[in-house]
């Protein structure tokens, strides 16, 4: 197997653990000393235990998650995903929102830094919305 290919399956895993939920299975595929910029400029997450704690938030503040890859583009030691994501808040809004991650591996094939590009603002001020302020009701 190519390490290209091997990296195309970590990145299928990624997201597949992504819209499965599953914080461990997503964990798996992080090196011990990775590193999230997610999304860049907020503060980094570091290593297993800041990646847990950071996606375990993100889920938090969602009944339904995930993120689907819309194009792969890969090279030996990294990859690039554009993707969409969508949600439905723990408010009852539904969400759509878009962005690339940028992945970087270790020779072991795990993920040694990620860089996600999306606009986090209007994600969190939609989740921030209360339900029946826009009519809508849960």
Known sequence: MTTTHFNANVVARFYAALRSNNVELWL???????????????????????L???LSGVLAQFETFGLTENDVFHAPQGAAVKWTGRGRGRNGRQIEFHGIDVFEFD?????LSLKAYWDAAPVMATLA???SAHGETT
């Not at 000393?33 to 800041?50: F, L, T």
């Not at 020779?107 to 993920?111: E, F, L, Q, T, Y």
């Open 52 to 54: 847990r704690n950071f």
């Open 107 to 111: 020779h072991d094939g795990k993920i």
């Open 28 to 50: 798996s595929n992080f090196a011990a000393d990775a590193i999230a910029h997610d999304p860049v400029g907020a503060p980094p997450h570091y290593g297993h235990s800041g």
């Open 129 to 131: 919305a209360s339900s």
